[in-house]
């Protein structure tokens, strides 16, 4: 009954109002027959029914629901409230979209990354990984053991993708056999591969299984199944797709376009029991338990250790039996504590964005309860309780927190669908899986949000009283500050320290963008190539020959773009009293690098053909200006001797370095920051650099065509050097981008915050305001009283984000952002200056609307 009336309200109303006409008519009958007059008649059954509308209101508590009834009224009132502040309606989703949308994003990754296994069809829990890991001829013979159901290899790698127009790179899992029945995953097209014939799988060498977004490139349809792909210079059928959220075994949200079996056409070192490259997966065997599989596997591992001692030393001590599930379950002991601890900050991070965009919409809602006090007053006089007025405001702030979260929440959703389709991406040779979005945590988020917004304006009902409002006109609302303040003044310095690294970074991009490069970059190309896994390309030289031959070649090197990066690199003098490690760039180049790519050759010679053939007692190399004036003093340094040390690591010996040229180092560096030492060691590298006569790309198609000829099955990208350089800059500008967004929605939030606040004050102070300007203040005198604290907000605030932006500019940015010793105070002030004039803007309308308010109209108000 009660269900039938919250749904049939009308309806209900209706049948009651001719109930109770019905009966309110025999009872005038009733008066009139018994002698009354119809006037008293009408008058004494309406008293004896106490009241019509009183009776239909009694009838509809008992017998529908009064606080659902009322909490949609209230919702109703608040969107009618809200949609005559278009504005502030808009500010508020905005504010509390950006703040869910970050929560969402990290909570998302996080959950995908630490706790999210990879997509499985049957039996996940019986999953295990083998760690740290085994090489082919370790994994055969512990397979061939019966302490599993079955174990499974995986190693990530990258393949050459050959198509009717080019050849690139795409990664791919190089799997076993029995790889998707062990994880027990079918195909969503087609069939997978698998050790034993059945439904569904297949056992050839010859077949490749491809991902979902794979496939979308293929077409997307059918008939892809069955279609011959070349991979690696050889032919694969594609024989199945899989579903649209399988992603990597080792690689949470990344999945690789393909999957091959293991053998000499992709791997190497497939007899080397040294080579510990294969990622294992196994599913335990009948009713053991993970702990006697972890027991079998250390018995496994202490007989391998013995009969094979040089190649598996230690091996029963290292090799360890692991969940199968996310990253926690991967990390050794103690990791998953730390891992744990690093997420939770990090979310305690965007959870105090979220409660700073929360705390600045709650200004917002407290400023506009206090323009409703004399609505709020008269509700009160005339019967409506305080917990219904809360409800209302509570109710606003609900409305705001829906749209909030909804905003977040489709912003989410369109990133997870555009980041994948960015070639930045696409191109990359893997395929992107965005975690899907939780329903659940929206839903808590829009409760806390609603809570955390609406908890304050509800709470003011409690301090009006009926015909009246609060006043405070001796009162000080800035006399002391408050916790609203201390937070807006944090934003400010917060976006002020934001603001500064951004235009930091953008002065350096702005030198980038001046800056002559150093080199050529209007007539060469920069060319990248990939090898097959199972070639080592051609010779240098003879690659050399073949592409110099090429009409417009004028000459043909190998290394890469000649900008400063990062000098992780360490050389040492020999034979000096200065024996403490040298910081460098090291970059691997051919003969007649320099003279290639049109660098300044300042002292000495360039690298030479016979520096890559012969094996002197110490290599020649090139130095940069920089190496030369930084660790020597000046540029007189051919034939001094330097070491570089060995690499225990990977197997490399300690190389003596022979100074033979000093060259003009690039005024470009990667991020922006002050040049980089460097050293050019002579060595062939994928990385190719030609100089053309004409047109670059001119040149480009038959290049490729040669270079296609010598290594059929390479992955070959030819560029423009200033192609190729734009690219190379771009983390910096990036970073400058990335850096100017977040301090603008910083700003952005810290504004709304100043909003909220100097609003609220000024409808606090109205009436003293009118009281001044009724007793001769002037209109800017009251201005200036309403702004100064405003003022004093933002000037407070700058000069903590000023101070600690001037740290972090000498400390930090240095590295990153270049000499800013020079711009640091020109970036402080225009960074200031921002700060004030929008601050000031934002304060203004809310202090105009109580300064130009009559004082009469205000005084008789209240």
Request: aromatic content about 6%; some cysteine; proline content about 5%.
């Amino acid at each position: 009954m009660r269900l039938s009336a919250l749904v049939r309200r009308r309806q209900f109303d209706a049948e009651l109002s001719e109930e109770l006409a019905a009966h309110l008519d025999e009872a005038i009958a009733d008066n009139i027959a018994s002698g009354m007059s119809p006037h008293d008649a009408h008058r004494a059954a309406l008293l004896k029914f106490g009241g019509t509308m009183q009776t239909i209101e009694a009838y509809r508590d008992r017998e529908g629901w009064p606080l659902v009834e009322h909490a949609v009224q209230d919702l109703r009132y608040a969107v009618r409230r809200l949609a005559t502040r278009p504005m502030l309606l808009v500010t508020t989703t905005l504010s509390i979209g950006f703040g869910v949308g970050l929560n969402v994003a990290v909570f998302a990754l996080l959950r995908a990354v630490l706790f999210e296994p990879g997509r499985t069809a049957r039996a996940p829990e019986e999953l295990f990984l083998v760690l740290p890991g085994l090489s082919y001829p370790n994994y055969v013979d512990i397979r061939a053991t019966d302490a599993f159901a079955d174990l499974a290899a995986m190693q990530s790698s990258t393949l050459t993708y050959r198509t009717a127009d080019t050849t690139r790179t795409i990664g791919a899992s190089v799997v076993s056999d029995n790889y998707f029945e062990v994880l027990g995953l079918h195909a969503l097209y087609g069939r997978t591969f698998g050790a034993a014939d059945g439904p569904g799988v297949i056992k050839d060498a010859n077949v490749v299984v491809i991902s979902y977004a794979f496939w979308r490139r293929l077409g997307g349809d059918q008939t892809v199944i069955g279609r011959t792909i070349y991979l690696n210079g050889w032919p694969y059928a594609v024989s199945g797709v899989l579903p649209r959220d399988a992603h990597s075994m080792v690689a949470p949200m990344v999945a690789p376009a393909v999957y091959v079996q293991l053998g000499s056409r992709v791997n190497r070192a497939l007899d080397s029991r040294d080579a510990a490259q294969f990622d294992v997966v196994g599913r335990l065997r009948g009713n053991a338990s993970r702990e006697q599989t972890a027991v079998a596997l250390t018995v496994i591992a202490r007989d391998l250790e013995q009969r094979y001692p040089d190649a598996n030393e230690a091996m029963s001590r290292t090799l360890r039996l692991a969940r199968y599930g996310g990253l926690v379950e991967h990390l050794p002991a103690g990791g998953g504590r730390i891992a744990y601890t690093l997420a939770g900050a990090l979310y305690a991070v965007v959870g105090l964005v979220l409660l700073v965009a929360c705390a600045n919409v709650a200004g917002l809602l407290l400023a506009r309860a206090a323009e409703r006090d004399r609505e709020v007053s008269i509700r009160i006089a005339l019967g409506a309780t305080r917990w219904r007025l809360a409800q209302q405001f509570v109710a606003e702030s609900l409305v705001i927190a829906s749209l909030g979260c909804a905003a977040g929440a489709a912003l989410w959703v369109a990133l997870t669908t555009l980041l994948p389709k960015l070639s930045l991406i696409a191109n990359a040779g893997v395929e992107l899986i965005a975690p899907p979005l939780s329903l659940t945590q929206c839903g808590l988020l829009v409760v806390v949000v609603t809570i955390a917004c609406g908890i304050g304006p509800a709470l003011t009902v409690n301090q009006r009283s009926p015909g009246g409002h609060r006043r405070s006109i001796a009162r000080r609302p800035f006399a002391r500050w408050s916790f609203g303040q201390w937070l807006v003044a944090a934003q400010v310095a917060i976006s002020f320290i934001v603001l500064a690294g951004a235009c930091s970074l953008l002065f350096s991009v702005l030198n980038q963008h001046l800056a002559e490069p150093g080199f050529d970059v209007a007539h060469t190309l920069s060319v990248e190539t990939r090898w097959p896994t199972t070639s080592d390309g051609p010779n240098f030289f003879a690659l050399r020959d073949a592409l110099a031959s090429v009409p417009g070649v004028e000459s043909v090197s190998s290394g890469g773009l000649p900008v400063g990066l990062i000098a992780f690199s360490r050389v040492h003098k020999v034979g000096g009293s200065d024996s403490r490690p040298l910081p460098v760039e090291l970059d691997r180049v051919g003969p007649r690098y320099l003279e290639t790519m049109g660098i300044t050759l300042l002292r000495g010679r360039d690298l030479a053909d016979a520096d890559m053939r012969a094996q002197p007692s110490a290599v020649p190399v090139v130095v940069g200006d920089t190496f030369a004036r930084r660790y020597f003093g000046s540029l007189d340094v051919i034939d001094q001797v330097l070491l570089l040390p060995g690499d225990r690591e990977n197997g490399t010996e300690a190389t003596r370095l022979q100074i033979v040229g000093v060259s003009e180092d690039s005024a470009l560096q990667v991020f922006g920051g002050e040049r980089v030492p460097v050293l050019y060691f002579p060595a062939a590298t994928p990385r190719l650099a030609i100089r053309v006569t004409g047109d670059p790309s001119a040149v480009s198609r038959p290049l490729a065509r040669a270079l296609a000829t010598l290594e059929p099955g390479a992955a070959v990208d030819i560029a423009p050097t200033a192609q190729r350089l734009s690219t190379v800059l771009l983390p910096l500008r990036v970073a400058t981008a990335f850096l100017s967004v977040l301090g603008a929605i910083a700003l952005l939030l810290a504004v709304t915050g100043l909003y909220g606040m100097v609003s609220y004050a000024a409808n606090h102070r109205r009436i003293e305001i009118a009281l001044r300007i009724s007793l001769g203040a002037s209109w800017a005198g009251a201005v200036r009283l309403l702004l100064g604290d405003a003022i004093r907000t933002l000037g407070a605030a700058s000069i903590a984000g000023g101070v600690l932006s001037l740290l972090l500019i000498r400390a930090v940015w240095p590295l990153l952002a270049g000499q800013q010793n020079a711009t640091a105070p020109i970036v402080l002030v225009i960074v200031f200056l921002i700060i004030l004039i929008v601050g000031i803007a934002a304060s203004l309308r809310p202090t105009l609307s109580v300064a130009m308010a009559d004082p009469m109209v205000v005084l008789r108000q209240d």
